[in-house]
């Protein structure tokens, strides 16, 4: 897969920042603190629908016995000072970023989380002035990353072909929703997705474990 595009779009979570570790420990003491039941895959399954269609989900198909309003509370009272201060970057992303952005490329995020860690979290880590667009899924409504319709409306909003685009992500429904849409993709380990690692590179158009393999 050739990686001359102009466009490169990034998740954030798992995939530029090493933030899934503090994510997972919230959802956990989240439900376990709210003595909700949960299957066994509920990392996966709520990475790509974001925070507010993480409570919804928790609330609506877990049953969680809390307020929408509590719940992102309870969140927020875990993740905001996480991402403001503690969440960085993995190795070798800061220079490809830099590579990129010498090379003219158009760079962007589209992200599960909210703006609020989000944003915070770039500029800690000072390579939010590195994006032309930064995008949450707040920025698409009800949409989230495994939903085709989000890549559809990215793809607008970009005004290009789909063929322009490389797609960055470590969730594997979201890389495979985003090749169903028709989007380049290039899947990054995390170890969140350890078991998932086969699957993921059958599906994406190329695998690496560190973003210094793309130097």
């Known amino acids: 897969m050739t ?13 530029l920042v ?11 003491a989240l439900l376990e603190q709210t003595k909700t039941p949960y299957p066994p895959d509920i990392l996966k399954i709520l990475t790509p629908l ?21 719940v ?5 009272r875990h993740l905001f000072d996480e991402y ?14 830099k590579k990129l952005k010498k090379e003219g490329n158009f760079l ?9 860690y989000t944003d915070a979290c770039l500029k800690n880590n000072g390579i939010f002035d590195l994006f ?4 949450s899924i707040e920025d698409y409504g009800t949409l989230t990353k495994n939903q085709t319709e989000i890549y559809d409306q990215m793809t607008m909003r970009l005004e290009c072909k789909k063929e322009e685009i490389v797609f960055y992500d470590d ?10 849409a028709g989007i380049p993709t290039v899947a990054v380990y995390d170890r969140s997705s350890d078991r998932d690692e086969e699957s993921i590179r059958k599906i994406a158009d190329r695998y690496v474990r560190s973003f210094d393999e793309m130097m």
């Open 72 to 76: 992102m509370e309870m969140m927020d």
């Open 108 to 116: 962007g995020v589209l992200t599960a989380s909210l703006h609020r």
């Open 132 to 135: 032309d667009v930064v995008w």
């Open 50 to 70: 974001g925070n507010v269609g993480s409570v919804d989900y928790l609330i609506h198909t877990l049953g969680m016995t809390k307020t929408h309003d509590e």
């Open 18 to 28: 090493d933030s899934m570790g503090i994510w997972q420990q919230m959802v956990i």
């Open 3 to 15: 990686l001359m595009l102009k466009y490169h779009i990034f998740d954030l979570d798992g995939t």
């Open 84 to 97: 403001a201060h503690r969440i960085f970057v993995k190795p070798g992303v800061k220079e490809y970023l």
């Open 171 to 180: 969730n594997i429904l979201a890389i495979s929703t985003s090749k169903k």
